[in-house]
């Protein structure tokens, strides 16, 4: 004789635990005693700059990634304009390497632009 099938138990599967080991609720849940308001400290000037070179810093670095592959305009001193493809940049970001470098006498097939010697480049997205 055949013993009927139990029937399934639907589980409730609680999150982990704030150990990562056990399953449970959250210290900070909704279900939590309430935690003592402790004023944060004003922030001061230097971690406000920081945090402001480091926004300016992550601008910069994406915008290079932008331009990866894309024609690029570099202004140079003296009012010198070039036209390159743009490909990579050294880890110092000193350097620009560029192919496609289209200059007032002629074309390079490929080239290392310096830093130092850009005013400014645009590119369009």
């Not at 230097?46 to 992550?58: D, G, M, N, V």
């Not at 496609?100 to 400014?120: F, H, K, M, N, V």
Request: with cysteine; proline share 12%.
């Amino acid at each position: 004789m055949q013993t009927p099938l139990a029937t399934p138990v639907p589980v409730l599967r609680l999150p982990r635990g704030p150990d990562g080991s056990n399953r449970g609720f959250a210290p900070d849940g909704r279900r939590a005693p309430p935690k003592p308001e402790v004023p944060e400290p004003p922030e001061s000037r230097e971690s406000w700059e920081q945090q402001a070179r480091a926004s300016l810093r992550e601008r910069y670095l994406r915008s290079l990634l932008a331009m990866v592959g894309r024609p690029v305009c570099f202004t140079l001193h003296e009012g010198v304009q070039v036209i390159a493809h743009f490909g990579a940049t050294d880890l110092d970001v000193a350097n620009f390497y560029v192919s496609q470098l289209q200059t007032p006498i002629g074309i390079q097939a490929e080239a290392l632009l310096r830093c130092s010697d850009i005013i400014s480049y645009t590119f369009k997205p």
